[in-house]
């Protein structure tokens, strides 16, 4: 259990960088916690067992072992959910409390396996002083036919000794190899991965924690993926925002409008240049801290396999939001009449990954999930490209509420969606090729026009 929750808190504390790795992706770190983790106990803890145990440990585990495969089974599901949406879990600050419920669902089948472990030495001391009283009858034997001359002493203990000690070293030995071997190849990953530390510590305690009021500033910032080290992605970035204003980033895809949201949530760090909230280089502020005054509302909004009430209030305490604030949030996300209408409400779950609703209904639970928590900075990643017309107004509708009365950083690839921005930027191959507000790109006539002029054709 120890080794599953330190490689678990360790998952949860890495960066971006880390994820973006091939060697980690999901399923292979899911398996490092689900497999390797309990191979290793077969390095640490080897010990022959009997071949017949006694019926109370085989009745007591048989009891036990639905119950613990049930809790081992949920373990992984949170492991799992906790991989695969790992921006959003570190965008609401949930690494603490998918630790702390990785940490809930195995603690049964801990308790369950020291209670085994007892029975288990129990039995083995039985089965050891069964074997031991066959010894002790053999030499009687042994002697009795030494006594009547049937045998030679020496023939009689070259016998007992190389039938128990061959035998029985051996059949120990053989049976554990696999386990061995298995077990050392599964400790060798695990203890890599202990070893590798993040460059951002999703879960640390150091850092600055000020009052942030929302400014934002990129300065002179470059950036390159580890993963493609030689593609740059912003090349020199420079555009600032006062508190309470919209930014709208645009241009063409791959120029690093959504690497730019990575940034401000601190899922990488810069390569050269400074990204500042409110005056202060973002590396100086608390990881935890700084996302937790932050909301995102990304293109394919992450919803869980819970109830549309916890699915809102995802990663708040339940009994810090009250129902009228839940109420009131879901209608400024333009959702609450619909979620009404529904059978159970509030109750109704959203199904895996929220399958249970449409784009732009998800869109609108993620919405109100980011109001929820009252962010001083908003950031919407694309919010509306994936939305038909219909649904696209709804969620516009919702946008326009939601970035109301604090500071917004809107990527967008439809231009109707920022026309209202306080201001917009041009960004080509990761610079600055433009910016002002909409009527002042518009009568420029330079790259913000032509790409209104593109869209506008596009649609006849």
């Known amino acids: 259990m120890r080794i599953r929750l330190t490689l678990f808190r360790n998952i949860l504390r890495k960066d971006g960088t880390y994820f973006d790795m091939p060697r980690h992706s999901p399923g292979k770190l899911t398996t490092r916690l689900a497999t390797d983790a309990s191979n290793v106990k077969s390095a640490v803890v080897i010990f022959p067992t009997a071949a017949l145990v006694q019926a109370a440990e085989v009745r007591y585990a048989a009891s036990r072992a639905k119950a613990d495969a049930k809790e081992m089974e949920n373990s992984g599901k949170v492991a799992m959910e906790a991989i695969e949406n790992i921006r959003t879990v570190q965008a609401l600050t949930l690494e603490p409390t998918?630790?702390?419920?990785?940490?809930?669902?195995?603690?049964?089948?801990?308790?369950?396996?020291?209670?085994?472990?007892?029975?288990?030495?129990?039995?083995?001391?039985?089965?050891?002083?069964?074997?031991?009283?066959?010894?002790?009858?053999?030499?009687?034997?042994?002697?009795?036919?030494?006594?009547?001359?049937?045998?030679?002493?020496?023939?009689?203990?070259?016998?007992?000794?190389?039938?128990?000690?061959?035998?029985?070293?051996?059949?120990?030995?053989?049976?554990?190899?696999?386990?061995?071997?298995?077990?050392?190849?599964?400790?060798?990953?695990?203890f890599s991965m202990l070893d590798e530390e993040p460059q951002i510590d999703g879960m640390t305690d150091e850092g600055e924690k000020p009052q942030i009021s929302g400014a934002i500033a990129f300065e002179g910032v470059y950036f390159k993926y580890p993963q493609r080290p030689r593609v740059p992605i912003l090349r020199g970035l420079n555009v600032s925002i006062k508190p309470g204003q919209t930014l709208a980033l645009v241009g063409p895809s791959g120029c690093g409008k959504s690497t730019a949201i990575s940034l401000l949530e601190r899922l990488y760090d810069p390569l050269d240049g400074v990204v500042r909230i409110d005056g202060i280089d973002s590396r100086r502020i608390n990881p935890t801290h700084l996302r937790s005054s932050i909301a995102l509302v990304s293109q394919e909004p992450i919803l869980f396999n819970r109830s549309i009430r916890d699915n809102i209030t995802y990663g708040l305490h339940p009994n810090s939001v009250s129902d009228e604030e839940i109420y009131d949030v879901a209608r400024r996300a333009n959702i609450h009449e619909f979620i009404m209408q529904l059978p159970d409400k509030y109750d109704t779950h959203a199904g895996d990954k929220g399958t249970q609703l449409s784009g732009g209904q998800k869109q609108r639970i993620a919405i109100a999930r980011a109001l929820v928590r009252n962010p001083k900075i908003l950031l919407l990643d694309e919010a509306t490209s994936a939305l038909d017309a219909e649904s696209e107004k709804v969620v516009r509708e919702a946008l326009e509420k939601a970035s109301k009365g604090r500071t917004c950083v809107v990527v967008a690839h439809r231009l109707s969606t920022v026309v209202n921005a306080t201001c917009i930027v041009v960004i080509k191959k990761g610079k600055v090729i433009e910016q002002g507000t909409h009527l002042e790109l518009m009568a420029a006539r330079g790259a913000y026009w032509k790409l209104t002029q593109k869209q506008m054709a596009s649609k006849k």
């Open 98 to 190: 998918m630790f702390e419920k990785f940490c809930h669902h195995l603690t049964e089948p801990h308790q369950t396996s020291k209670r085994k472990a007892v029975i288990h030495g129990i039995a083995f001391g039985v089965s050891c002083s069964t074997t031991f009283f066959l010894y002790a009858i053999s030499y009687r034997f042994g002697a009795w036919l030494i006594t009547n001359g049937y045998v030679s002493p020496m023939n009689v203990l070259r016998s007992l000794f190389a039938i128990s000690f061959t035998a029985g070293s051996l059949g120990y030995a053989s049976a554990y190899f696999p386990e061995y071997i298995k077990a050392t190849f599964a400790a060798g990953l695990i």
